[in-house]
């Protein structure tokens, strides 16, 4: 059975920084893509980020690119999201999901194509 649970929320100031984790059991990221998604109170989801454990390069959403870096590390079955420069509009609920790829290089900013997610953890960012 595939669980993935995140870590790492907190309430912060403007300008700070997280890191958020998400790890999983039940399967191995190299045969899975990761991908981060985000929903604000009465907002839709939103995509973040997503990579492929295969060639490890990754996909982000304008909104965070240059703040946001996305990594996994198989040895600890985590994957990562490193957030800078926090802003009040990053305020969210942060899911992580697992898309099987077989091993391929791929990932997606389509949440629809993943196969399992966590259950969330709130970011708060406010002064």
């Known amino acids: 059975q595939v669980k993935l649970v995140e870590s790492g929320g907190d309430l912060v100031q403007p300008g700070s920084s997280l890191t958020l984790s998400c790890t999983a059991s039940?399967?191995?990221?190299?045969?899975?893509?990761a991908g981060w998604f985000r929903q604000a109170p009465g907002k839709e989801r939103e995509a973040i980020s997503c990579?492929?454990?295969?060639?490890?390069?990754?996909l982000y959403a304008e909104p965070v690119k240059g703040r946001f870096t996305m990594s996994i590390d198989n040895a600890a079955d985590t994957a990562y999201l490193v957030m800078n420069n926090l802003q009040p509009e990053d305020t969210a609920v942060y899911y992580c999901?697992?898309?099987?790829?077989?091993?391929?290089?791929?990932?997606?900013?389509?949440?629809?194509?993943?196969?399992?997610w966590g259950q969330g953890i709130q970011v708060t960012v406010a002064s």
């Open positions: 990579i492929s454990d295969s060639d490890n390069s990754a």
């Open positions: 039940g399967l191995v990221w190299s045969y899975y893509a």
């Open positions: 999901a697992a898309l099987k790829t077989a091993g391929l290089e791929y990932c997606t900013l389509d949440a629809n194509e993943y196969d399992y």
